[in-house]
């Protein structure tokens, strides 16, 4: 089998955990892909204005799955964006007023909104993930189309606060389904809006076989994209539940394990040859 995708997430798969990769190495991954015909997807949580920014020589040539689905772009053209009824996001903003010790950030097409009482210090760790992120005093009276809502909070909470999401919003018809991004982040999203849908669109476009994707993740929400394609990569860092559904493993997000997957890829080394 041939791969003729590559679909990688960001936080704790592609970047270090100064949000950071070896751009001279990838760069040349990236022209030789270019030249084999293999289209590189990014596919992650974060906003896609964030996700541009970390590749500025090339964001115009590639695909971006952002928001862990509910926004997907290839070369600039958007193929899809999903859409919440601004009902229903009054509804999930009631559920979780109810909630303490989290910080909510309301993601939408034209960018992020969080409460007015935010301070610096969250501001500046959120910046990680959003470029475009806004202080407002009612998060119920936005002109934005929306599809995402973002949860932060202290590692420790996280599997408490899912289970809870899941029951109380099963309660009102499955609205939102909540996933955990790892790093104490947790997003709610659009029923079936995962990465793998997001994937799914762009292989359709590009006439691309689930056998010929190579998918690496490390977290919850890439369990989707990971048992859609033929090629699954589980980062060393990877926590249990995508070890356990990838059929490969590669070295930590410290130590370029993507990278080192695209050259054996290159090489055609095992899996690969």
């Not at 500025?56 to 070369?75: C, H, L, R, T, Y």
Request: aromatic content about 8%; some cysteine; proline content about 2%.
């Amino acid at each position: 089998m041939t791969v003729k995708m590559i679909a990688v997430d960001m936080d704790g798969t592609f970047l270090d955990d100064n949000k950071s990769y070896n751009k001279q190495r990838f760069l040349r991954q990236y022209a030789l892909l270019k030249q084999k015909g293999v289209r590189f997807v990014v596919a992650s949580g974060n906003q896609y204005y964030q996700l541009q920014k970390y590749f500025p020589e090339i964001k115009d040539e590639i695909a971006f799955v952002a928001e862990n689905g509910a926004w997907v772009s290839d070369q600039n053209e958007e193929i899809f964006c999903g859409e919440l009824a601004k009902e229903k996001v009054h509804q999930v903003l009631d559920i979780l007023a109810q909630e303490t010790d989290l910080t909510l950030v309301l993601c939408g097409r034209n960018g992020a909104y969080i409460h007015h009482s935010a301070s610096d210090a969250v501001m500046k760790k959120l910046s990680n993930h959003y470029a475009r992120l806004e202080k407002r005093d009612d998060l119920k009276n936005i002109d934005d189309t929306f599809f995402k809502i973002a949860l932060q909070l202290d590692h420790a909470g996280v599997d408490a606060l899912m289970t809870r999401l899941h029951e109380q919003l099963a309660a009102v018809e499955n609205i939102m389904h909540p996933v955990s991004s790892g790093f104490g982040f947790v997003d709610l999203i659009i029923p079936g809006c995962h990465k793998a849908h997001g994937i799914g669109l762009l292989q359709a476009k590009w006439n691309i076989p689930d056998c010929e994707v190579l998918a690496i993740g490390d977290s919850d929400n890439d369990l989707e994209m990971l048992r859609q394609a033929g090629y699954s990569f589980a980062m060393e860092n990877a926590v249990d539940s995508v070890k356990a559904v990838s059929s490969w493993r590669t070295e930590s997000n410290e130590d370029e394990g993507v990278l080192n997957v695209i050259a054996r890829l290159l090489a055609r080394e095992k899996p690969f040859a």
